[in-house]
């Protein structure tokens, strides 16, 4: 029988794969929506749908947070702990329009809790830190806008001599595909953040052995959870990823999200849990280098820059007081 506490966990986990459904939609489809094409339903439902059949194709990811970041198996109340940070960031960034992480969020969240639950460091898995979410963190950004650079500069020299009507004609449509390769990235890797959450917490309580497969109904109800909130769309967070980095076209818009779903893809093959807003936003911002320099609005990539370089040790701290918190009562 579930105990209370797992059941606030399984809600509160509902709660961050919905809002991470629905803060991360402008990741996916921004570029498609802001270059016209695709208008913001169709985009949104296209979106939400790849999230879905994205999430149930790969758990090395749910691995990596379920048990590769741990060396003690927490309480409930610190799991739902980590969540609640995680959610309060996420909505204080879509409130402020900020493209943050929901990925670090969740797991800077988890490692402030842990922390205070145990009261030293000694149980946080460094090692696994560093590798699967810090060293990516820098450098899954900057192969998304190394190839959205390359790329795009490729583009140029393949269809230099095509008119600009004919391009964006062509591009126009090839953005769709991008779009759903884009979105179906997304899912593959964003999802499974909240299935090793579920996962961690079912151990914790004894409904599964440690070491365990993610069972397919968590993967299923993170997949669904997403797939609605994405549903539900974020246009809040769309505008600043869709036009506020760089002028966007159909070339740009599908040179970006090919790029992104690229670096994305890769990352989720080795288990590295990544912020798709960050592989987005570089993508951008390469693509829009590749063109010119000064074409990217470099005041607002500061003020994303900054969200990123904040979302960890924020979380860290909201996290650990919201297990401090917590622990006097439960």
């Excluded at 810090?134 to 950004?141: E, G, K, M, Q, W």
């Excluded at 001599?161 to 090839?174: I, Y």
């Excluded at 994303?304 to 622990?327: C, E, K, N, R």
């Amino acid at each position: 029988m579930l105990s209370g506490l797992l059941i606030g966990v399984l809600v509160a986990a509902f709660v961050f794969e919905f809002i991470n459904g629905f803060h991360d939609t402008a990741n996916a489809i921004a570029t498609t929506v802001y270059t016209r094409a695709l208008p913001p339903r169709v985009a949104i439902l296209l979106s939400a749908t790849m999230n879905l059949i994205g999430a149930l194709t790969s758990d090395k990811v749910a691995q990596t947070v379920a048990t590769g970041l741990l060396d003690v198996s927490p309480e409930l109340y610190v799991i739902l702990a980590a969540l609640v940070g995680a959610i309060a960031w996420d909505l204080f960034t879509w409130w402020r329009a900020i493209p943050s992480s929901s990925s670090h969020a969740l797991i800077g969240s988890l490692i402030g809790a842990t922390m205070v639950y145990t009261m030293s460091t000694r149980d946080i898995l460094w090692q696994g830190v560093l590798d699967k979410v810090v060293i990516p963190l820098f450098t899954s950004p900057l192969v998304g806008m190394l190839l959205g650079f390359l790329l795009m500069r490729l583009v140029f020299t393949v269809f230099a001599n095509w008119t600009h009507h004919h391009a964006n004609a062509l591009f126009h449509k090839l953005q769709v595909v991008s779009a759903m390769f884009m979105a179906y990235a997304h899912g593959s890797n964003d999802a499974q953040k909240t299935m090793g959450i579920i996962t961690l917490a079912l151990v914790t309580s004894g409904v599964l052995a440690h070491g365990s497969d993610i069972p397919f109904w968590v993967k299923l109800f993170c997949a669904c959870t997403m797939a609605l909130g994405t549903s539900i769309g974020g246009r809040r967070v769309m505008k600043t990823v869709g036009r506020g980095v760089t002028k966007l076209e159909p070339v740009s818009g599908f040179v970006s999200e090919t790029s992104s779903a690229i670096a994305i893809t890769f990352m989720t093959a080795i288990g590295a849990p990544v912020s798709t807003t960050q592989v987005i936003t570089c993508a951008i911002m390469g693509t829009g280098s590749a063109r010119r320099v000064g074409s990217v609005k470099w005041g607002v990539v500061k003020d994303i820059a900054i969200a990123w370089v904040l979302t960890l040790p924020a979380t860290i701290i909201l996290g650990a007081a919201t297990a401090a918190l917590m622990g006097l009562f439960l």
